[in-house]
């Protein structure tokens, strides 16, 4: 008797290979394509070595390959054309809505002595390039309420 299963990427049905009864994946390639990338999502979801390895794996490509995207956008104008396209309706969106900033908080009790980043309040970019490192020394400590 044969054992017929629905592949997990197609979803039709298939016989899977007496060598290996767990098949989930029929053998089209667009379907084993998808196992793979599956297996490979899991794993860097997962295992942190594989992980550090894919890590070290692409910046030594990089590394290899300096001017790849710079000769990619050059022979693909149409490419060229939707990126900027679609960063402009990022730009637009993040111009129509205010940007949070983590570090941007009320203060609360007195100030202590310290290094801080000094930054305008009402800030409408998004990098933060305008941002100054200062060193704050408290002379005196604040006179309590009522003492």
Request: proline content about 7%.
């Amino acid at each position: 008797m044969k054992i017929v299963r629905r592949c997990l990427a197609c979803r039709n049905p298939f016989c899977p290979r007496s060598q290996n009864p767990n098949q989930h994946y029929c053998s089209a390639l667009a379907c084993q394509r998808e196992r793979r990338r599956q297996w490979q999502r899991q794993r860097l979801k997962n295992d942190p070595d594989y992980r550090d390895n894919q890590a070290r794996a692409q910046a030594n490509w990089r590394a290899r390959h300096p001017n790849y995207w710079r000769q990619y956008r050059a022979t693909h104008p149409l490419y060229l054309d939707r990126n900027r396209s679609m960063q402009r309706q990022r730009n637009a969106c993040q111009r129509a809505k205010p940007v949070a900033n983590m570090d941007a908080s009320q203060p609360y009790g007195p100030l202590a002595s310290g290094f801080y980043v000094l930054r305008r309040v009402l800030e409408t970019s998004i990098a933060k390039m305008n941002a100054y490192v200062v060193r704050i020394d408290v002379v005196s400590a604040p006179r309590r309420s009522g003492a």
